[in-house]
């Protein structure tokens, strides 16, 4: 009988579970469902809906937004010129004898230019350039946390609204079978410990429900914090998320890893590195000082144009330690670029093995397992009700189809964690983040 009732689990969870995730990628066309207005009605919110709003409304995303900008004013400043300083001179004044007063003065008005050699403003440029480029590829790394952060949210409440489904299920059958057991003790068919058997079972599944309706709404709530708070009452699209799909091969995962945000702060690194030490390396080079002008004599009310040029001594500061530390954050960039390298495909390697094992569990659950389930429940309960069974073979009937039923949306949503993992590692939302889209159209309040 176990046999049989092992076999049975499935076709309520076929029937009743969500369709699994529809591909949530640019290319799909936004999903606008029907939304009601009375306030009563709670708003139906699709995934597309939630990243645009959590886009929109994120302070960390918007933090790294400013400070992209704030690099992009550095590197502006980074190519300025030195001003130039204007100067006036004035010589034989207030002495005594003949240079009493200012009747033989000689007044210099001069202007001086440093003028940067050895590529000093070209290097200075690069460094606050390859700044900019790793600001901006933080910003996009933020939004693909976040889209990853959102997606994960979204399957949890998905999930959680299964729960709160298969237990409103459960206690609706424990209640029916309840009901079953009663009358059967009542003509004397059962004995009366069977009724508060019965009874206990529809207890323990209205706590389950109750502590599944509680789950489910502190998961709406991480949701809505993610989304900046826009919707205050809100039920998901379950048909929002992508489907159940066969994972890529690692290497077409794999490939796709040079070109993600990651790998690209660490190569910029790299080159930020280099423009540094060259411009510590330019740096030793002293710079001259051009300077030009006209003197004014008053004792003979002559003029005459004066020029200079200067140069810095080098004799104590030849920048030496200021071009070692360069050249070992050079070394510490490329051991720090190869490291995370290695460390990245290991991650993808385990992850995906993680996306393959979720995926080939939920499938056999929803093939195999959960048919089996509902089937023996079938069995079992018509058996029950014609007196062919006992009530503990219609109670573990009963079990073995619930327990089916929320393994398999466990599997789902750790397939829905893991494949919103390997899509943030491997980028595959890259520039989604930079399409938000009209966020009043599908969801309100």
Do not use: C
């Not at 390396?281 to 008053?298: E, Q, Y």
């Amino acid at each position: 009988m176990k046999t049989k009732s092992f076999i049975l689990a499935g076709l309520l969870a076929a029937v009743s579970l969500p369709p699994a995730f529809p591909a949530y990628a640019q290319e799909q066309a936004t999903i606008n469902p029907v939304v009601q207005e009375t306030p009563a009605t709670p708003a139906l919110l699709v995934l597309d809906q939630a990243v645009a709003w959590a886009l929109e409304n994120s302070p960390a995303l918007g933090a790294s937004s400013a400070r992209a900008d704030a690099a992009t004013a550095s590197q502006s400043q980074a190519g300025v010129l030195p001003n130039p300083e204007i100067s006036i001179e004035a010589e034989n004044i207030y002495g005594s004898g003949p240079y009493d007063g200012t009747s033989s003065a000689e007044y210099t008005y001069s202007v001086s230019q440093l003028v940067e050699l050895s590529g000093k403003r070209g290097n200075r440029v690069r460094v606050a350039d390859a700044e900019k480029t790793k600001t901006h590829y933080v910003r996009d790394a933020a939004g693909l946390d976040l889209i990853r952060d959102v997606t994960v949210a979204f399957a949890e409440v998905v999930a959680a609204q299964q729960e709160v489904t298969i237990l409103e299920e459960e206690q609706k059958l424990a209640t029916e079978v309840r009901d079953s057991v009663v009358a059967k003790v009542e003509a004397g068919k059962e004995p009366p410990i069977q009724k508060n058997k019965a009874e206990i079972e529809r207890t323990a599944s209205q706590i389950a429900l109750d502590r599944a309706r509680r789950n489910l709404s502190a998961k709406q709530q991480s949701l809505s914090s993610l989304m900046g708070g826009k919707v205050a009452t809100f039920i998901v699209a379950a048909n929002s998320l992508p489907p159940l799909s066969q994972p890529q091969s690692l290497e077409s995962y794999r490939v796709r890893l040079d070109q993600t945000p990651d790998v690209k702060i660490i190569d910029t690194s790299v080159h930020q590195a280099r423009a540094a030490l060259s411009l510590e390396k330019a740096n030793a080079v002293p710079d001259p000082t051009l300077s030009f002008g006209i003197r004014d004599s008053r004792d003979n009310n002559a003029q005459a144009f004066v020029a200079g040029v200067s140069f810095p001594f080098p004799v104590f500061n030849r920048n030496s330690a200021g071009i070692e530390r360069a050249g070992h954050d050079l070394n510490a960039a490329m051991l720090d670029q190869r490291g995370a390298q290695l460390s990245l495909e290991a991650v993808l390697t385990g992850v995906y093995g993680d996306f393959s094992s979720a995926y080939g569990e939920a499938t056999t659950l929803k093939a195999t397992v959960l048919p089996g389930a509902e089937e023996a429940f079938g069995v079992a309960r018509e058996g029950y009700k014609a007196g062919k069974f006992g009530y503990l073979e219609v109670l573990d009937a009963q079990r073995t189809l619930f327990n089916a039923r929320k393994q398999f949306n466990e599997a789902v949503l750790n397939y829905h964690r893991q494949r919103a993992t390997i899509e943030r590692m491997t980028a595959i939302h890259a520039g989604q983040h930079n399409d938000k889209g009209n966020t009043n159209e599908t969801v309100k309040n």
